[in-house]
């Protein structure tokens, strides 16, 4: 059995979960992209639901049980098995084949879950955090995937470098650097990319606009690519012909990064990393300037657990995949941030991203 059902179901041992229905998640269990539900038995094998169109698909993936369904009577091609039934119809039958009693799902409507508690009773318990819970220690093959995401992400940024002058606007480099990343193999963009300059390079949220790059300005550029559904997240800021106080920031967010990264190894408090590079940014007196968490873990969500702020309750494992990257949003001089995939290991880390 796979590595990640395996996982889901240790957690369905911890809570008592006989079985799990994934509506959201399905590829981070199959492989694949298809599925409408995957239903997840605490022993034997799970079924992975899927519409008509998408079976031969939904095949390829890890799931050896897959039922399609059809909400009309089509004509069938010679060996086609489809169930002409509603999908909550056959997740039921499988909640009263597998003999559940308590059973667990990540999100879905009240009407939905409504329909399936109406023909089979049972304790139907909505649990969003688990499957990201689950997911935030990475298998090897799937490290092999962050790993090729965080290359791809790397080569988009040093795209980027290389177009930063005054006179070519943030779309273009935005441009530039997804067009190398999508050659390189990615699927898309993890998240809209960002490439804010001047002013705008104080809002940590801004997108790439027709604004052209100026002198005595800072531009931070935030990309991620996305590979086999494994996202990558990378920040650099540059200067050009940076004013003292631009290259005062710059310099304290980066030794900030350097001073969080240092802390990072298995077995250490998620808020130890945040608390080393926000202290190192207090102190260059710049505490009021940053305003989100220092970092977050990254798979096959572009944000999922560990989070990396001063109230985390998560505790650092091996094979985690994290971002540090502390920032500072100073108005009139403008925003600085730089941020790094890290991987987590015993007694120490990795960097998966480079420039
Ligand atoms: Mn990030």
């Known amino acids: 059995m796979n590595y990640q059902i395996q996982r889901l179901r240790s957690e369905m041992r ?39 169109l998408e079976q031969d698909q939904a095949k390829k993936g890890r799931v050896k049980d897959v039922r399609a369904y059809s909400g009309w009577k089509a004509p069938l091609r010679p060996g086609e098995r489809v169930h002409f039934r ?5 997740i039921a039958d499988c909640v009263r084949d597998f003999g559940a009693h308590s059973v667990g799902y990540d999100r879905a409507s009240k009407s939905l879950i409504r329909k399936i508690r109406n023909v089979r009773h049972a304790s139907y318990s909505e649990m969003p955090e688990l499957v990201p819970e689950a997911r935030s220690v990475k298998s090897p093959e799937e490290l092999k995937l962050a790993r090729r995401s965080a290359e791809i992400v790397s080569k988009g940024m040093k795209r980027a470098s290389e177009l930063i002058e005054a006179g070519r606007t943030e779309i273009e480099i935005a441009a530039e650097a997804e067009y190398v990343m999508r050659k390189a193999g990615s699927e898309g963009v993890s998240f809209p990319s960002i490439v804010a300059s001047g002013a705008n390079s104080a809002l940590p949220h801004a997108f790439a606009t027709f604004k052209k790059l100026r002198s005595h300005e800072l531009v931070v550029v935030d990309i991620g690519a996305v590979y086999e559904g494994y996202s990558s997240d990378m920040t650099r800021t540059f200067a050009i012909e940076p004013t003292k106080a631009q290259s005062r920031l710059l310099e304290a967010v ?42 977050h873990g990254v798979g096959i969500e572009i944000h999922e657990p560990p989070s990396l702020w001063p109230e985390s309750k998560d505790v650092l494992k091996a094979n985690m995949v994290i971002t540090v990257e502390p920032g500072a949003y100073v108005p009139k001089v403008g925003g600085a941030r730089w941020e790094d995939m890290v991987l987590v290991k015993r007694g120490g880390r990795e960097m998966l991203t480079y420039l």
């Open 254 to 295: 980066k030794k900030a990064q350097a001073a969080g990264i240092a802390r990072v190894k298995d077995g250490v408090p998620a808020r130890e990393v945040d608390f080393a590079a926000r202290n190192f940014v207090s102190r260059a007196g710049y505490s009021k300037f940053f305003s989100h968490g220092t970092g």
């Open 14 to 52: 911890r809570r008592g979960l006989d079985v799990f229905v994934a509506f959201q998640d399905t590829r981070y269990f199959t492989g694949t992209t298809a599925g409408k539900a995957l239903i997840v038995p605490l022993s034997g094998e799970p079924v992975l639901l899927c519409s008509r």
């Open 86 to 90: 509603d999908a909550w119809m056959i």
